[in-house]
């Protein structure tokens, strides 16, 4: 084998040799050497080396290696629309000189292999519709075995299947969902009951015999860091953290939109900075901005230095680059930055570097995966009319895999690990290597082998080592031993490094209804300086009942209050303590009734609506009496929260309390009077000009939920005059308004804001009287059907009611014989060519768009974030403005579900699971529903987006508005209060 010639300095030598020629960018592909002189890194201390390329490698999306530090590389040479070939290729550096020199088909004929993780001497393998399991019995380098551990994966976009497999540190294997789902099952068990992975990830135990959905969805790559925390990506979003579990998700599905964050600081852009030249694209994402990002990792080694660790790494394969982001800890979570100012980690000038997958490899260095083609956008997303004039499969055959490591580390190569041969002593040893690579496989080595011998060994590097990483190893694996005692876990408990003490309270947390000594330990931490320790004993304390629980709870919520994780935490650990723990709050903490918080607001309610749950209606009994009182006075707004989660509570299931106030059975008479007094006191508050805007918004939520003499009121707040946010809230809250009022509520149409008449039309829905005074109204023409978005006028066709069903046929008939889309597009033509004003852009863009869009963090993401709107023509903006769903992108797709006692919702599906579903709207607002409530739930086709923008505005206005999108900048909005 050659001596190693092919590295950064050199490459940045002919680089610069080179510039003054500015060659234009290639339109074939570069030799690796050549591809190499166009790589930038930020960090000149660091340097990039070629491990493996064509021949050897062929379109690789994923690699692992083996024990023995063979690396095995899927091959997704079928790629983008097959037939199916894909490949395993196992690939040896046997001069242990860094490049990878001798490679052999280890597997063949696989259907776009996207995941692959080595296990007990052989690979798991992600190849939808399948997950695999390979191994070469023989030693010839070829997969002798071929077994379908588990069926039922999406066959969908090529892109979006199942990969993204990883070790996990509790001994499972962790899946990425991609975006295809599916009814996963044993190949043997097809009758029995399939695992649904609908809008989530998945995890499977080692051996193959456990199969669960896990909370959160990523597309391409997902990650984990030393202590076990989950991180996914989306291809606009770099990196989120997995804060729940689906455990804590089952036990409290009315806050599973709180289990997974996305962690990017405030003032995050999503800006990339490319040197390549602009891609070719062929549809409406940016390339400005996030727009493939795929493949991310978290670096766990040590061969780029200390300045990278809390990193993570993800590939933007669109525009040749890879971006980092730096972890800073934020309480239980995280806030990701920018690695690089300006600039990226890694970008190159060759537009066929392709990183589509990032890991940490056995010497400590990030590897990086470049699929090396002309294209890597799927056909399916291009229009029809474009397809067929592209080849894309352009430069299939080549493929390379890159290594970027510290100059200091690049030679003499490392010896490579032989991990297979390891005693189980020596495996223990590895468990204190500063790389990640190495924990992981000697722990998953220890955990294949079962050996009761090494118990001894972890207890004693659980005592003394200095590594706290290696702790967490040992915790783990003297778990799966089942040897863990509960001395272990409480020397864990009680470890010097808060992480540690995290980890080993999550592994105690089952045991603590039996667990005296462990109840005891953690009750004891209640006033632990970590935030991560706090946050893991509010988990916790959902395992146990009991007084003791209830006053920790109580203490957490109130030194905790700005900590949303935690306070999220508290209300679901209360389980059967809910009214209890209310009590206790109000008892201790006067200021939460009297003046909460809009935190404490958002905790009250969401604690009584756990208190109405139906679990324990003792529990519903204790907290509604906590509210009673004699005179409207003595109301505060906490008991308004509490109203208003136990109203949340009864709906979930099934029960509006607004029925039992209008007519209460025998058994609840006696509750009428005090009832009536929360009801007056929430009826002064909404129209308290002295009270804050949160306490209003409150009052008027309390409305809308238990008043049906509150018509009057709440119509009055929909006045311009008010804040926005209250004639939103008033709008909402109508939504089960009585006969008279429903008739009320669109005579003053005209005068209503954009934002109040899409709240008032969205509400519209969610009762019959109110559903028949839309129809009433758009008949009349007081309101143009062509005025409300598609998502409503879809949840309209989705009306079960025969008494109005005829009549909304009828108008939406006549909607659809209107001017066509494009005919709307063409009458706006003119305002291409006027020079519109930014400001006046801005202006319009606050109004109409920034409800649903984000633009360099200001806005609600509901729609796609468009801070990299300006890579778009004109032309295009103009049809984005006036016929969104031309081109439609699946994840902003809208939904319409109709629950079985007529009420229609529609949103963008945010969260599914298996017990309910929550949808996402204008404005960020969210509706969850149970799925016992659910009659229909199906995807309309259309972009929530509304038509009918051009009846709000007029050629000039859209100039102006072209000009804003051509250069978007958030500055020019209004300044936040």
């Not at 319409?896 to 945010?910: D, F, I, P, Y």
Request: net charge negative.
């Amino acid at each position: 084998m050659r001596p190693w010639m092919c590295s950064l300095g050199i490459a940045l030598l002919l680089a610069g040799l080179a510039t003054a020629a500015e060659p234009e960018p290639p339109d074939s592909p570069l030799a690796p050497e050549d591809e190499l002189a166009t790589f930038e890194l930020a960090d000149k201390r660091l340097t990039v080396e070629l491990v493996a390329a064509e021949p050897e490698v062929d379109s690789p999306v994923a690699i692992c290696w083996d024990a023995d530090a063979r690396m095995y590389v899927a091959e997704m040479i079928d790629y983008p629309t097959g037939p199916p070939g894909g490949r395993i290729r196992m690939l040896e550096d046997r001069d242990n000189d860094g490049r990878y020199e001798h490679a052999t088909v280890y597997a063949s004929g696989l259907p776009f292999p996207a995941g692959v993780l080595a296990a007990h001497g052989g690979l798991v393998v992600t190849a939808a519709p399948d997950l695999l399991f390979l191994k070469d019995d023989d030693g010839d380098g070829v997969a002798d075995r071929k077994i379908v551990v588990y069926t039922g994966f999406g066959e969908g976009n090529q892109q979006l299947r199942a990969n993204g497999l990883t070790w996990g540190i509790d001994n499972w294997v962790y899946g990425a969902n991609g975006r295809s789902d599916g009814e996963i099952h044993k190949p043997d068990n097809a009758e029995g009951e399939p695992v649904s992975i609908r809008g989530r990830d998945f995890r499977v135990s080692l051996d193959g015999r456990r199969f669960e959905a896990v909370m959160g969805q990523s597309q391409f790559g997902q990650a984990s860091d030393d202590w076990g925390e989950r991180f996914l990506s989306w291809n606009t979003i770099p990196i989120r953290h997995v804060l729940f579990d689906q455990a804590f998700v089952d036990r409290n599905p009315r806050l599973a939109s709180y289990a997974v964050r996305d962690i990017a600081e405030a003032s995050e852009t999503g800006e990339v900075f490319p040197i390549s030249p602009r891609p070719q694209t062929f549809n409406s994402e940016p390339t400005d901005y996030y727009n493939a990002l795929s493949g991310l990792t978290i670096y766990r080694g040590d061969a780029l230095g200390r300045d990278y660790e809390d990193s993570a790494f993800v590939g933007e394969s669109l525009t040749n680059l890879v971006h980092r982001r730096a972890l800073s800890p934020d309480g239980p979570t995280f806030v990701s930055r920018r690695g690089e100012y300006d600039r990226e980690f890694l970008a190159a000038r060759d537009p066929w570097f392709r990183p589509v997958y990032l890991t940490t490899g056995p010497e400590g260095a990030l590897y990086i995966v470049d699929f090396y083609r002309r294209w890597v956008e799927h056909p399916a997303f291009v229009a029809k009319s474009k397809r067929d004039d592209v080849d894309w499969r352009e430069g299939a055959g080549h493929g390379r895999i890159w290594k970027v490591s510290r100059r200091e580390n690049t030679w003499p190569p490392k010896p490579q690990p032989r991990l297979s041969r390891a005693t189980t002593a020596e495996l223990v040893q590895q468990l204190e290597s500063p790389g990640g690579w190495r924990r992981d496989t000697a722990h998953r080595l220890l955990v294949e082998r079962n050996d009761a011998a090494a118990a001894a060994l972890l207890r004693t590097l659980i005592a003394e080592s200095d590594l706290p990483q290696a702790k967490v190893h040992a915790l783990s694996i003297m778990q799966h031993l089942g040897r863990l005692e509960d001395g272990l876990l409480v020397r864990g408990i009680e470890d010097g490094d808060a992480r540690v003490r995290r980890f080993a309270m999550r592994m105690a947390a089952p045991r603590l209804p039996k667990s005296q000594r462990l109840r005891e330990t953690m009750l004891g931490l209640v006033d632990f300086p970590s935030p991560l320790v706090r946050f893991e004993l509010a988990r916790a304390l959902a395992e146990i009942e009991g007084p003791d629980k209830v006053e920790a709870l109580v203490r957490l919520a109130d030194l905790e209050i700005r900590d949303e994780p935690i306070s999220i935490a508290v209300v679901g650990s209360l389980g059967r303590s809910a009214g209890s723990f209310l009590n206790t709050l109000f008892d201790k903490h006067d200021t939460w009734r009297r003046n909460p918080s809009q935190q404490q607001v958002r905790l009250l309610r969401e604690a009584a609506a756990t208190a109405a749950d139906g679990t324990d209606d003792a529990q519903l009994t204790e907290a509604f009496r906590l509210i009673m009182h004699e005179a409207p006075s003595q109301v505060g707004p906490g008991d308004l929260a509490i109203l208003a989660g136990i109203a949340r509570g009864l709906e979930d299931r099934g029960h509006a309390l607004r029925k039992l106030v209008d007519d209460p059975p025998e058994r609840l008479r006696q509750y009428e009077p005090p009832m009536r007094t929360l009801i007056a006191a929430a009826r002064a508050m909404a129209a308290g000009q002295d009270e804050t805007l949160e306490h209003r918004q409150l009052a008027v939520e309390v409305l809308g939920l238990v008043d049906s003499g509150s018509g009057p009121t709440l119509l009055a707040l929909l006045d311009p005059r008010h804040d926005q946010a209250l004639q939103t809230s008033a709008a909402e809250a109508l939504g089960t308004a009585d006969d008279a009022t429903a008739q009320e509520m669109f005579t003053r149409w005209k005068d209503w804001t954009t934002a109040t008449r899409r709240a008032l039309a969205t509400a519209a829905l969610r009762s019959r009287a109110t559903t028949a005074a839309l129809v009433d109204a758009i008949e009349r023409e007081d309101i143009l059907p062509r005025e409300l978005d598609p998502a409503t006028r879809d949840a309209l066709a989705a009306v079960r009611d025969p008494a109005i069903e005829p009549r909304i046929e009828k108008l939406l008939a006549a909607q659809a014989a209107a001017h066509s889309r494009e005919e709307v597009v063409d009458r706006f033509t003119a305002s291409l060519d006027r020079m519109g004003e930014r400001a006046r852009g801005a202006a319009l863009f606050e109004k109409h768009c920034l409800g649903c869009h984000t633009v360099q963090s200001r806005g609600h993401r509901v729609g796609p974030d468009l801070s990299g709107i300006a890579s778009r023509s004109k032309e295009d903006l103009l049809v984005d403005l006036f016929d969104p769903s031309r081109q439609l992108v699946p994840q902003y797709a809208a939904y319409t579900l109709l629950t079985h006692n007529g009420q229609v919702l529609s949103g963008v599906l945010v969260s599914e699971t298996a017990t309910s579903v929550t949808l996402r709207r204008a404005e960020g607002a969210q509706d969850f529903v149970p799925r016992e409530q659910i009659a229909e739930l199906r995807a309309t086709g259309k972009s929530l987006m509304p038509d009918g923008m051009e009846q709000q505005l007029n050629e000039t206005d859209v100039a102006d508005l072209l000009a804003f999108l051509q250069q978007p900048d958030a500055r020019l909005f209004s300044k936040r209060d």
